[in-house]
């Protein structure tokens, strides 16, 4: 792993988290904010890999975590945001070699992590009664974060994705 590319990697998950908690939090829809960590883990993932992927993610998650205005037990967004890193690794793993993935392929890949993130988180909170909300409002806490994910989806990860290609150019 080289300097070059952590440092990115940092810069995108500080960039991406400061960004969620403050800027997108005035944008929130029913108390969901658009899940821009989630979209760079995606972003990294899709051209470095799973484990690169689930390193981010777990980092990122972590970071989410313990930012305020955080108000869940910590660790929550580190389990999410590390499956994310691995799926969405899958799906680069699978495609053919030196092929990038298309269009269709990232949306529909974000809209996977995005739902399986947030169930994650979701689900670790209805375990750990952190707090305690219905199942109801967990789906459509769950539907709404897909929303913004998908929305976002377009405006966030080419720039991540062609950083990381310029970064390194990916040796498969």
Known sequence: MSGPRIALTAGLITLAVVLQT????????????????????VGVALVR???FGMVTGFAAGLVLDLAPPADHLAGRWALAL????????????DARPGAAP?????????AACSFVGSSIFALTGVVLRDPAVGIGELL?????????????????????????RRLEPTTR
């Open 49 to 51: 890999g799973g484990e």
């Open 102 to 110: 298309t269009a269709t392929t990232v949306m529909a890949t974000v």
């Open 82 to 93: 590390l499956v994310v890193g691995y799926v969405a690794g899958r799906v680069r793993q």
């Open 140 to 164: 459509q806490a769950i539907a709404i974060s897909l929303v913004w994910d998908l929305l976002l989806a377009p405006l966030v990860l080419p720039g991540v994705m062609a950083a990381f």
């Open 22 to 41: 403050s800027v997108l939090d005035s944008f929130a829809w029913r108390g969901i904010v658009p899940d821009l960590a989630l979209l760079v883990v």
